[in-house]
């Protein structure tokens, strides 16, 4: 394990809160821009300073296969941008400087966190206080104060953005509720197991009214897979499962109408969308260059430049070459997720991240983005991962 020295403690604790606030405020600050810029002075300050005390400790990060093969398929796709044909100048910088923030925060988050376990745990419990306050706030704010009616979709202004991210990172907090519900310390007390029910029918409610079809499909999915994985009785898990299929029933015969509507609504144009992007697609290997916008020309959705698929975005920016490294990042870390599963903690994120990978196959256009609504559920629990995978090589060593 690795441990900060007795001068370095105070910067580690600064550091900690200061990523506590930044990963919590995505859901009470309302202004995208501002968290935006909080963000940037944060990983601006901290990680210079990091290299200046020499706190970052290259060759032990480096010993991850998580951050290997994230570091390939980030470095590959800034490598894109010398064969891409850009707008604007902002196409080729925002790239760079995304990879920029996402990578200096990712070594902060190493030193935070690598030193003492309970500031995970105290991360997540204030995620869960912060954002399911946050939700049953805003929507008590627009049904009931500004008296929206209920086919209103329902979203949380600020870095979510939008429905869909506003619905994804609503269903990653319904599944760290259950994962906290399952994956639970022997102490836990019913004040804070009553706390967890009313957190996750505020995610699960809230999740609804964003009328967000893949993401309430794919949360309820993950639920089930969580129970499954868990450490419980075989009997209490049946009856979990079982339970929740009813509830699912039940809630189908009373929603009715609204599953009708949201089969009539298809698959809103995507299939039209990615087949016309496909047809664009000519640089197979090597791919367009991730500072490139390609639009597609002809067709019902002709001008459409948003790819709605983070896979099929890195296969048009990136090409198969960059697709591939994308699914082997991917594949290692489900891989060291399910080597430590019987890490409650891992177990949890490694669920959490697949749902991530999930929902970013029909949404989105690539996963080197602003941290903002998609950038939390995907990359925190990479990170997360990485840092157990770090601990798991030290105890062997130490053996």
Known sequence: MIRPTHSDEKTSIIFFYSIA????????????????????????????????KGLCRWQIIYESRIFLFSSLFLAYSLLSLFWSAPERSSNILNPIKNIFYLVSFWFIFIFVFNSAEHR????????????????????????????????????????????????????SGALLCIASLLYKPSNRNATTTALLLIALTIFLTTLGLTHTRWAIAGTLFFCF?????????????????????ILLVIAGYFLAPTISNYIERGQ?????????????????????????????????????????????????????IGLTLLLLMILTALTIGWKLRKNHYALAVSVLFTFACAMGAVNFDSVILRPRGYWLPFWVPLMVLSLYELKLLRRKSAV
Not at 129 to 139: H, P
Not at 232 to 241: G, V
Request: with cysteine.
């Open 21 to 52: 606030f930044l990963l919590t405020s995505f859901f009470f600050i309302p202004e995208k821009s501002f968290h935006f810029k909080l963000f940037i002075l944060f990983t601006a300050v901290s990680f210079p300073l990091m290299v200046y």
């Open 120 to 171: 995970l745990q105290f991360l997540i419990k204030w995620l869960i206080i912060v954002s399911s306050i946050a939700a049953a706030t805003y929507a008590c704010y627009q049904y009931l104060y500004l008296d929206y009616p209920l086919t209103y979709r329902f979203k949380m202004p600020g870095p979510l953005l939008n429905e869909i991210r506003t619905a994804i990172c609503l269903g």
């Open 225 to 245: 897979i969580m129970v499954a994985l868990s450490q419980i009785e075989t009997r209490n898990k049946i009856l979990l499962i079982g339970g929740g299929i």
């Open 268 to 320: 809103s144009y995507r299939f039209i969308l990615w087949s016309g992007f496909l047809k664009e697609y000519q640089n197979y290997w090597f791919g367009h260059g991730l500072g490139t916008t390609i639009y597609i020309r002809e067709g019902l959705m002709a001008n459409w430049h948003s790819y709605h698929s983070v896979y099929l975005g890195a296969l048009i920016s990136t090409g198969v």
